[in-house]
């Protein structure tokens, strides 16, 4: 879609609501994890490398508020932080992410080692914290707008989970349940920021293109994951059969 005449507020809100086609809710990982087709190992790694993900969140929102000049945003923003990393003697999501994975049967010594992330998840996840540093703060902030999609595929996992797969253990399902209405709160902030800021064509051009963006990342994580756990070809698999990319964070 090229928008060649600027949008209405609730034409461009259309317009973002409808990248929804390309989230990662129908890569065809995320329709077996959700059909129980997927395997012990598959969830496991799926978990494994999501943690990645989740703990790099925290940095992403740092680097958006390190942009920010504006307090009323920033007091607002904050609280993305305080959601994953706790506050106030609370644990946060990020703990609530290590639950998950004793749940599925991981060491979380395991998940905090990254040593298992998988290079096509780490830059990808890498690419998407370096976007949020260097963009404009608007920018950055809005490119979070995949939360639009998000309460439907935790809901996804609260309803299929359970019944396919029942040696997760039921303290696994916390993140999900907490992020239903945390990620409804932050769609309300966020939104409202894209349709103040992105009024011209060129701006919700370049809007759609950076949701694309992370949709992209989002998808690409499952690809990776898809080579690893489904096709059985993780990285230098004709040359070893051992775990040989790097494990550790470099920038």
């Not at 609730?10 to 129980?36: D, S, T, V």
Request: hydrophobic share 40%; charged share 20%.
């Amino acid at each position: 879609m090229i928008i060649t005449e600027a949008l209405s507020p609730q034409e461009f809100e259309q317009a973002l609501r409808a990248k929804g086609a390309f989230y990662h809710i129908h890569h065809p990982y995320h329709i077996a994890m959700h059909n129980g087709d997927a395997t012990r190992e598959q969830i496991q790694g799926w978990v494994v490398n999501r943690f990645y993900y989740q703990t790099n969140i925290p940095l992403k929102d740092a680097a958006i508020m390190s942009n920010c000049p504006d307090p009323a945003t920033r007091r607002k923003w904050v609280q993305r932080i305080l959601d994953h990393d706790g506050s106030n003697g609370q644990e946060g999501g990020i703990e609530a992410w290590l639950q998950l994975g004793e749940a599925v049967g991981l060491d979380r010594e395991v998940l905090l080692s990254e040593k298992l992330v998988l290079p096509g998840v780490r830059f990808a996840v890498d690419a998407y914290v370096n976007f949020a540093r260097r963009a404009n703060w608007q920018e950055a902030a809005c490119s979070s707008l995949t939360e639009l999609f998000a309460p439907q595929i935790h809901q996804s996992r609260l309803d299929s989970w359970p019944q396919h797969y029942p040696w997760i253990k039921e303290e696994g399902y916390f993140y999900f349940r907490s992020r239903l209405s945390q990620a409804n709160r932050d769609v309300e902030h966020g939104l409202a920021l894209a349709l103040e800021v992105f009024t011209t064509a060129e701006q919700q051009n370049r809007m759609l293109e950076i949701l694309q963006f992370k949709l992209d990342i989002l998808w690409t994580l499952l690809d990776a994951m898809t080579m690893a756990y489904a096709l059985q070809r993780p990285p230098y698999h004709t040359v070893t059969d051992q775990v040989s990319w790097h494990s550790t964070r470099l920038v």
